[in-house]
């Protein structure tokens, strides 16, 4: 069974938030701070991390950036502030994705977690390659000259999805639903963000981008290195 | 010419010095002159008498040469007359010539004649008037002349004249005549070294001037200085205060008003960062417990189908009224950081016909729960721009809500033009229209058209207000058009590029299809 670790201070939205996970069918780990988020993550590894900003004790986007110096798991952060700035920290803290409360729905947090833990691409498999990235779809790997390159789930999702059409021009919404599965979202931030962090760890020279192109005022596409 | 008037205009210390000049400039001419009239009246006076002293000296002691040689021969009176010429004009230098002239009276008959001018003296220089006074008097007579020779030159000149007897020829008129130019060097000098001093007086009045406005204009000129670095919104520089005169007062109270400017600002920035802490906190405390009510509400609306009817409608109400508390709280949160001044733009390029479509298709279902439509009139396919996109979808979705709640059935007409620089939608609706006064109202937070008119769309009343901030934070315009059943025109300009100005409005705010 999928578990998730909720880490949140508030009690009651705790306690909510266990009784809608648990009717959808996923085991909840509940912390409520922020310094026993690691331990408890250790000791009990979850397959997904939902995570407040504010927290007693450490930071939400401290524990976010803990987690993900020794684990490549999906993170959710949960923000009460509609506040782009902590949006953004969140982000570039390495959380895949990010939801504000209140939630619309408790079927939208569901689905939101569904879609980071399920396996995505699964109409192709195999191998691609992209540039001098040699990717394996199946296994979920990426090597550069038989070197391993360790991407979080979500990084290496919107690598194949800009992978497997090199060349095609990606839109910011595109991608959006592409990767994070939303219908109608204008949060570009999100995308480029993620770029960001995808282009530090594969590009040479994360300045200036060979792999994930930029293409002014429409959005991203991969390129074939020394081509266009 | 209109330079230096500028310069006069804009600077206080060429203005104080040149008037400064000017009036002492007026003061040392009327007192030099005075001084210089004084001192040549009194020069003139004192060479006057010392000259009618020595000429009265001389020609008594020739009249009585002339007595003495009363009986003797001719040769012997001429030899007197050439020793009183010798002796009178011997000893002199030529600035101070001594001359002599010794004329005929008229009536004078004898037939020798005796009249005779020393060094080639020019006899017709005594003039006739001095000549009338000399027979007149029985003392001297003595005016100002000038000294002809027969060589040419002329010299300014005291003549002074009696008449003398030469024995043997008669009444005769004895001249001496005196050199003023020494005189005149004199006063010349005096004139010149009054000039000199004026002029020194002047260009030192003019370098004292020039100091004492330094010492007043300094401060001002600092003082405006530190004004411009305070617009500019460098608050900490002061001006200095040496002393205890009234330019200090100035400082000190510049000195205070900038202390006191400074402290309101920082109160006022705080008040801000604690308003901005406060939305911040309110947000916080208000969403989590809201998300919990939402859960458990939507729990509690997904089981309604085993409800009984009053439970199940009660629990649809609590899911729609968490819904409308929500967009509520949203709302006055995205005010008060406008208020607080916090509120920032996220701009991207985005295509706005596209944006201006999805926002269309999301409302089409209440518009048609509403039997109307929105149809989209764009110039092009694609018009790409550069702005923060939540923002202007916000404006979009309010505008376009807006006009179908008071569409009265009638379809919506969104024009979107751009140029170049700028890109204007216009929502058009033929509904119930807007008066005056509620033009003026309309984007007034939470003022709503018709207070009778049920609330079934569930507004806050703040998407306009909103929608207006957005548009400014956007350097946009946001303006509304209307009249009572005609229905109502929203014209939203914004510059294509962020950070740049609207240069032309492409829709008028008027619509073409409306004749008053």
């Known amino acids: 069974m999928t578990l998730v670790m909720v880490v949140d201070d508030d009690q009651d939205l705790s306690e909510m938030l266990g009784i809608v996970l648990t009717g959808a069918g996923i085991d909840v780990d509940l912390v409520s701070r922020g310094d026993e988020a690691l331990e408890v993550f250790r000791n009990n590894p979850p397959d997904l991390v939902l995570l407040d900003v504010m927290l007693p004790g450490l930071d939400g986007i401290e524990v976010c950036r803990l987690i993900r110096a020794e684990s490549m798991v999906p993170i959710i952060m949960l923000s009460a502030k509609g506040d782009s700035h902590d949006v953004v920290r969140g982000l570039e803290a390495g959380a895949d994705d990010y939801m504000v409360k209140p939630f619309k729905h408790p079927s939208e947090l569901v689905a939101r977690i569904r879609t980071r833990l399920r396996r995505t691409n699964t109409e192709i498999s195999g191998l691609l390659s992209i540039a001098d990235l040699a990717i394996d779809v199946t296994a979920h790997q990426v090597q550069r000259a038989g070197k391993q390159i360790a991407l979080t789930r979500l990084e290496f999702d919107l690598l194949v999805a800009l992978a497997k059409e090199p060349g095609r021009v990606f839109s910011r919404d595109a991608l959006l639903s592409e990767v994070w599965g939303y219908r109608h979202s204008t949060d570009t931030r999100l995308v480029n963000v993620h770029v960001q962090r995808l282009r530090a760890k594969i590009e040479h020279d994360p300045e200036r981008p060979e792999i994930v192109v930029t293409v002014r005022g429409v959005g991203y596409k991969a390129g074939v290195m020394g081509g266009s | 010419m209109n330079r230096i008037f500028s310069v006069f205009r804009k600077s206080l210390a060429p203005k104080v010095i040149i008037s400064t000049l000017v009036l002492c400039l007026g003061v040392i001419y009327v007192a030099g002159s005075a001084l210089n009239s004084q001192l040549s009246a009194g020069i003139k006076k004192v060479n006057l008498q010392s000259t009618i002293i020595e000429a009265n000296s001389t020609i008594f002691s020739a009249q009585y040469r002339f007595l003495l040689a009363q009986g003797s021969k001719n040769t012997a009176v001429k030899k007197v007359i050439d020793d009183i010429i010798s002796s009178t004009t011997s000893l002199t230098s030529n600035e101070n010539a001594r001359e002599v002239v010794f004329l005929k009276s008229p009536g004078n008959s004898r037939k020798i004649n005796y009249e005779i001018t020393s060094n080639l003296v020019d006899p017709k220089s005594i003039p006739e008037s001095l000549s009338k006074k000399t027979r007149k008097n029985i003392d001297y007579a003595f005016g100002y002349m000038t000294i002809h020779y027969v060589n040419g030159s002329r010299i300014a000149g005291l003549a002074v004249g009696q008449k003398v007897t030469i024995p043997n020829a008669g009444q005769y008129e004895m001249y001496i005549l005196y050199s003023l130019v020494n005189q005149n060097t004199t006063l010349k000098l005096i004139q010149s070294y009054l000039l000199l001093t004026g002029l020194f007086l002047i260009i030192l009045i003019g370098l004292i001037t020039w100091l004492v406005v330094r010492q007043v204009v300094r401060p001002v000129r600092q003082a405006a200085l530190i004004a411009t670095q305070f617009t500019a919104g460098n608050f900490s520089e002061r001006m200095n205060v040496r002393s205890e005169d009234e330019i200090s007062t100035l400082s000190n109270a510049f000195n205070e008003m900038a202390e006191s400017l400074e402290k309101q600002i920082a109160r006022l920035e705080n008040l801000s960062r604690v308003q901005q802490r406060f939305v911040s906190d309110v947000s916080h405390e208000l969403r989590t417990p809201l998300t919990t009510l939402r859960m458990a509400s939507e729990i509690i609306n997904s089981a309604r189908d085993g409800f009984d009817p009053m439970l199940a409608r009660s629990s649809e109400l609590m899911v729609a009224q968490l819904d409308r508390f929500e967009r509520l709280l949203e709302d006055l949160l995205e005010i008060s950081r406008f208020d ?157 590029q962020v950070g740049t100005h609207v240069t032309a409005r492409l829709i008028k705010l008027q619509p073409d299809d409306f004749y008053e």
């Open chain 2, 340 to 496: 607080a001044e916090v509120a920032v733009l996220d701009a991207v390029d985005f295509d706005l016909v596209e944006l201006a479509n999805r926002c269309a298709d999301d409302l089409a279902l209440v518009a048609k729960e509403r039997s109307t439509e929105l149809r989209m009139y764009a110039i092009a396919e694609t018009i790409t721009i550069k702005a923060d996109i939540r923002r202007v979808e916000r404006i979009l979705r309010n505008l376009f809500s807006n006009a179908i709640d008071h569409a009265e059935e009638k379809p919506v007409a969104v024009t979107i033009v751009a140029s170049d620089h700028d890109v204007a939608i216009g929502v058009r609706d033929f509904g119930i229209g807007l008066d005056e006064s509620t033009l003026m109202r309309v984007f007034d937070r939470f003022w709503r058209a018709d207070p009778s008119r049920a609330r079934t769309r569930g507004g806050t009343g703040l998407g306009l207000s909103i929608a207006l901030e957005d548009a400014r934070l956007h350097n946009g315009e946001l303006e509304a058009w209307g009249r009572p059943g005609k229905g109502a025109h929203f014209v939203l300009t914004l510059p294509r």
